[in-house]
């Protein structure tokens, strides 16, 4: 299933490639996670051709749907840009670590498409947040997230967005000593 990696070597390192394995139908979704912990795990080649081989998987489909109709071309689209994110945090993490200009300006960079994503599709916008979450953490983001719950709220997915306030409060309290501070977001 996985182009140019040894399924068995993964599924030792990690228990999780094999569950991914057996419940993710789509290809480039598992290419797509499979990618996302690589990064984590510091195997940024393996997670380089993780990415190679899902962009594989959507770029002969791009061209057609896109010439039919840019509606039909759009999904593919996204996909396409959230593996380039991924490249681009690989390449931050390999050689600008701890550069806080190139983390800034990649952000800057960043924050421009998501003022084109909008504030139609919650789903699309946190997927983009938890891509950004590999290098970003929730406290630099926290005005992306309250605008997500505030999303979510509007869109009356209540469920998603106190997931979203737990989540923030949680990363944002000390030892449980300010726990709640986020209910009147809510």
Known sequence: ??????????????????????????????????????????????????????????????????????????????KNQQLCLLEQIIEYKQYHLNDEIYLNEMTKYWDRGFDMIGQEDPGL?????????????????????MILSKIYRKKGMFNQCEQILNRINKKLCDNNENEGDLKYFW
């Open 1 to 78: 299933m996985f182009d140019y990696i040894s399924y068995d070597k993964l599924i030792q390192s990690n228990p999780l490639f094999d569950f991914m394995n057996n419940s993710i139908e789509s290809k480039f979704d598992l290419n797509l996670y499979s990618s996302i912990i690589n990064i984590n795990e510091a195997n940024y080649e393996t997670a380089l051709k993780f990415i190679f081989s899902a962009n594989k998987l959507i770029l002969s489909n791009i061209k057609s749907l896109l010439t039919e109709s840019y509606t039909r071309g759009y999904e593919l689209l996204i």
């Open 125 to 145: 916008y946190e997927k983009f947040l938890s891509i950004r979450a590999l290098v970003l953490p929730i406290e630099k983001e926290f005005e992306k997230y």
